[in-house]
């Protein structure tokens, strides 16, 4: 498999993640690193990773061509040898075993074209009344959403219980740590409508790859992530409005859902999002933000010749 991870002036953090992968029991054949520093730490951290696999894992590094993850997780994939592609963020922790479960989940099944692994601190939690009840209007039936695609491109997470299989069927996969299989992926993988910190991104990738092929959480396969800030994350306002501006291009690009009734369940996601932040102590520092990104977000919108990516 290739392995693949974007990253940008997080050499500290990166040391971490590529610690615990040398501590796997399986590493990939090939790992590309596509960095976007302004300095050669992260290159240092890559070398150093490179003469502890003892050639057992053939190193790239490549300065990133443009920033942004989903560009630099493209750049990645033009220089990839195998016929699987791990996709994993730099700010990772590999659990023991956890590649090899990734593997092992993949290739269960030929018509699965992806999997990824169980992230043990961003988890489906069992919604209240409220959200429960806004599921529904976004088009959600059963009782459970755990790993679907609901309405205006409402993506919910994979939810983790002992009773559980280690496969579990998904409607999304994200970009943390995933594969997938090469002949599964569209060229290029990520459409240019995503720069930058590039939400959605992943789901944008697979929908496109569940329109042929399985999605799969492989359960077992666990990482930690240890989310950490950056330049990209630094302007709430505009996190707030890529937000949006994605969703809407997921939507209507992409699941092709562009009716009176989307349009009216994405207003009314985003303003339950707004809600949200109000009753959540954490989140009201930043409700101003979000109450603006959205309206920066709407104007762009309304203003398509002037391009809307974000």
Known sequence: ?????PTRNRAEVM???????VKQGELPAE???VDG???????????????????LCKVSYRRAEALGAAAQRNQGVTLATQPVIWFFDDDILLEPECVARLWSALNSDPKIGGVNAMITNQRYQNPGRVSRFMFRLMGGNGTCFAGRILGPAVNLLPEDRPELPEIVPVEWLNTTCTMYRREALPEPPFPAHFTGYSLMEDVTLSVIVGRKWKLANARTARIFHDSQPGSHKSDPA????MELINRHYVMTQI?????????????????????AGVVQKHS??????????KGLAISRLL????????
Not at 15 to 21: A, N
Not at 255 to 275: C, P, S, T, V
Not at 303 to 310: D, E, F, L, N
């Open 238 to 241: 505009e996190l707030s409005a």
């Open 1 to 5: 498999m290739s392995a693949i991870v």
């Open 303 to 310: 203003r398509p010749a002037s391009g809307t990516p974000v």
């Open 284 to 293: 009201r520092p930043f409700f101003f933000s979000d109450l603006h990104g």
């Open 15 to 21: 040391v971490r993640t590529l610690d615990s992968l």
């Open 255 to 275: 699941l092709k859902r562009a009716g009176l009734l989307d349009y009216a369940r994405l207003f009314l996601w985003e303003a339950f999002q707004l809600f």
């Open 31 to 33: 790992l590309i690193v």
């Open 37 to 55: 520093s302004v300095d050669d730490a992260t290159h240092e951290v890559v070398e150093a990773f490179a003469s502890s696999t003892n050639g």
